[in-house]
C-alpha cells in the first residue's frame, strides 16, 4: 500500500508517499512560503532531486505541484495516480467534534470548514486539499483525516480550562486544545527511543518551533499542559501570529482603531509575530539575515522569540516537577542553532549543558543529542516526522 501523506501548515505544504509494506519513503518534499516567494523542494528515495522558486498563491496551487512531480518522467516515483492506494491529511482543529482520526465525507469536509475560525490560518488551507485530492485522485480513492487536537485530549481540566464563565464551555465548548499534535507525538516517543526508556517513565518537554510554534510538557507520554490553546493563536510569538498577550490589548486597539472583531482578527493572526515586530518579513530566516545586518527590530523580534521559548519550558518544568528531556523539532527547531544555544546557556539553573559545536553541526535533518554527558537534562534535536503518524493511522483506517 502507497499511502500519500499532505502536512499543510501556515505558510507551506509538506509531503511524503510512503510505500507502508516497510513503511519508507518513496519521496518527500516541501512547498515553501507559499504566498509569499514560493519555493518547491521535491527528493526521491533514490536521490533524484527537483528545486525551484514557484509562483504558489494558495495551498491548491501548491498540491498541483506536487502532483506533477510524482508522475514527473525525471523526477517521478510512480508511473500513474492510480498506484496511491490511500491519502491522509494533517487538520490542525478538530474542535469538541473530531477525538481521533477518520475517514473523509462530505459531512466531515464541511465540518472542517466549519472550525475554521477557531485555525483560520489552517482549517481552509486543509479543505482545499481535499478537495483537490478528491478531483484528482476521485472519490473511489479513500481519504483520511488525523487531527492535531487528539494527542492533547490527556490535559487535566485545571490545563485546557478558561477562567471565564463555565456556561462558555458549556454552551461552546470554549478550552485549550492544543496544536501540532502528530508532531509532538512522534518526537516524544523518538525520544524516548533514543534514550532507551520507557517514555511512561519520562518528563519530557517538546518544542515545535517553526512559521507556527508550539510548546509542549508531557509526563509518561501523556500531554499535562500545552502552549496553544483554542485556537493556534495563542503561545509563543510566530510569524504573523501574536502569540499570547493581555485580551485588552485586542479590546484597546480594536477602540482606537475602530477595527470589526474580522479586522482584528486578521491582525493578530495575519500581521503580528516575526512580521510585525520586525517589519521584515514573517520568515525566521529572513529576520536573522536582517538582524545580522544590523536591523535592531529584526534582532528584538529574535530576543522575544528566545525569551518566550525560555519561560514557557521554565513553567512547564516546574508544571512537571522535573525534565529529564528537552527536544527541538520543527523548521527553526531544527535548523536554527543560535535560538537552541541562546536557550539553552539560560536554562543552566536546570542543570542542562550543551556542546555548542555538536548543536551548530545539528542542522538540515540531522537528528541526535546536543546536550553533553554531564547535563543534567538531555536535549535532543529531532527532525518530527508528522506524516508517519498520520500514513500510519490512515493505514489502519483504510484497513479497518
Not at 518544542?207 to 493563536?233: E, F, Q, R, Y
Not at 536591523?295 to 512537571?320: C, F, P, T, W
Not at 543552566?348 to 554527558?373: H, P, Q
Request: proline share 2%; aromatic share 6%; net charge negative.
Amino acid at each position: 500500500m502507497k499511502i500519500l501523506v499532505i502536512n499543510a501548515g501556515s505558510s507551506s505544504m509538506k509531503y511524503q508517499l510512503i510505500d507502508m509494506t516497510d513503511e519508507s519513503t518513496l519521496a518527500k518534499g516541501n512547498c515553501e512560503r507559499i504566498g509569499i516567494d514560493g519555493h518547491f523542494k521535491h527528493t526521491t528515495s533514490d536521490g533524484r532531486k527537483y528545486e525551484a522558486d514557484v509562483t504558489m498563491d494558495n495551498h491548491t496551487q501548491a498540491f498541483m505541484q506536487i502532483k506533477n512531480a510524482l508522475v514527473d518522467e525525471k523526477v517521478g516515483v510512480i508511473k500513474d495516480l492510480s498506484e496511491v492506494s490511500a491519502i491522509g491529511h494533517r487538520v490542525v482543529q478538530g474542535g469538541s467534534i473530531f477525538k481521533k482520526s477518520c475517514l473523509v465525507t462530505e459531512d466531515v469536509i464541511e465540518k472542517i470548514e466549519g472550525l475554521s475560525p477557531l485555525a483560520p490560518l489552517h482549517n481552509p488551507a486543509h479543505v482545499q486539499g481535499i478537495r483537490a485530492c478528491i478531483d484528482v485522485f476521485g472519490k473511489d480513492v479513500p481519504e483520511v483525516v488525523v487531527f492535531d487536537t487528539s494527542f492533547h485530549s490527556t490535559m487535566p481540566e485545571t490545563a485546557y480550562m478558561y477562567a471565564v464563565p463555565y456556561e462558555y464551555y458549556e454552551k461552546y465548548a470554549v478550552r485549550r486544545y492544543g496544536f501540532h499534535g502528530t508532531s509532538h507525538r512522534y518526537v516524544s516517543a523518538r525520544c524516548a527511543e533514543l534514550m532507551g526508556k520507557d517514555i511512561k517513565d519520562l518528563k519530557i518537554i517538546t518544542c515545535h518551533l517553526g512559521n507556527g510554534s508550539s510548546i509542549t510538557a508531557i509526563d509518561g507520554g501523556k500531554v499535562v499542559d500545552t502552549s496553544m490553546g483554542l485556537t493556534p493563536l495563542d503561545g509563543i510569538m510566530m510569524g504573523t501570529r501574536t502569540g499570547c498577550l493581555d485580551p485588552s490589548v485586542v479590546t484597546f486597539i480594536a477602540e482606537k482603531e475602530g477595527f470589526t472583531p474580522a479586522e482584528m482578527d486578521t491582525l493578530l493572526n495575519k500581521k503580528s509575530g516575526f512580521l510585525g515586530i520586525s517589519g521584515v518579513s514573517s520568515d525566521d530566516r529572513d529576520v536573522c539575515a536582517a538582524a545580522e545586518s544590523g536591523n535592531k527590530r529584526a534582532q528584538l523580534a529574535i530576543d522575544m522569540l528566545e525569551y518566550h521559548i525560555l519561560k514557557y519550558i521554565g513553567s512547564y518544568a516546574a508544571v512537571l516537577g522535573g525534565v529529564d528531556a528537552i527536544v527541538f523539532t520543527a523548521g527553526i527547531g531544527e535548523n536554527q542553532s543560535s535560538h537552541r544555544e541562546n536557550v539553552c546557556h539560560k536554562l543552566a539553573y536546570l542543570g542542562v549543558e550543551i556542546n555548542d559545536e555538536v548543536n551548530a553541526g545539528m542542522i538540515r535533518g540531522a537528528e541526535g543529542k546536543i546536550s553533553t554527558e554531564n547535563s543534567k537534562v538531555d536535549v535532543f534535536v529531532i527532525p518530527t516526522n508528522e506524516e508517519i503518524v498520520i500514513a500510519r493511522d490512515t493505514m489502519a483506517i483504510v484497513n479497518a
